[in-house]
């Protein structure tokens, strides 16, 4: 039987407590009494939570037993920065998906509104994949990383191999290039860096720069996908030959 799960508001060693929404919602809802049973979300990791008290609108937990938790598969999607409403979209079901890390990206083609004020959208980014990750269960909270211009998040260093989406490409499916990455990293799964273009595509110069920081272009296929399909099917690719 899986326990319900909370993401704790604040915590101790051994206590947790929510408040606001989730502590309304457990207290009017589901009529919370001490003694009830809970998983926690505190710090990263999951506990067997036990209420202990109830203030206000305030629960408060005993943190008895940690709870076996599943880690974020080692995926960081580079998100070209294309219409919110979809990106929004995209970072849902990658957070559901397990992916870790997010980094939103300007590119060329992205639009120019959009470009301008993705800054000001990273804090409910941030939120939404917070609430899909308590909705989907997850014991951690993928980090969304702050607006970086294309060519500072090529060239990241990093030692995750380095995956271009690219729509152009037609030899060298993702599939194959994460199964090479699998059978060469032996026991560890090794790390996965995938980058999305945006509605216009890449540039030529972007695929250049790409490819001169060691990133492989990898196809989906022969049909042009979304940037919002790009993103999941690439992220479920890597989730299932991880998992
Ligand atoms: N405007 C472009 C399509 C851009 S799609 C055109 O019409 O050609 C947005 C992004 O999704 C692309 O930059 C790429 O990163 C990804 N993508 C879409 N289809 C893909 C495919 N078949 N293979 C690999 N990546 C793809």
Redesign the pocket.
Known sequence: MTRRRWIADSWDQSTASLTGEQASHLIRVLRAQAGMEYDIVAGDRVWHGVIAGISGDAVRFNLMAEVEADPALPITLLL?I?KFDRLEWAIEKATELGVERIVPVIAR?SEKHLAQSAANRVERWRRIAREAAKQSRRSDIPTIEDVLPLKTAARQNSDAKRL??????RSTT?RHAVEEAIRDAGENMPAIRL????????TAEEEALFGVEGWRS??????????E???IT?AAVVAALME
Do not use: K
């Not at 271009?164 to 490409?169: N, R």
């Open positions: 070209s294309f083609r271009l989406l690219a729509e152009q490409e993702l980058a999305i273009g945006p509605e216009g595509g890449w990898v196809s989906l296929g022969p049909r042009i996908l979304r940037a399909t790009a993103a690439a």
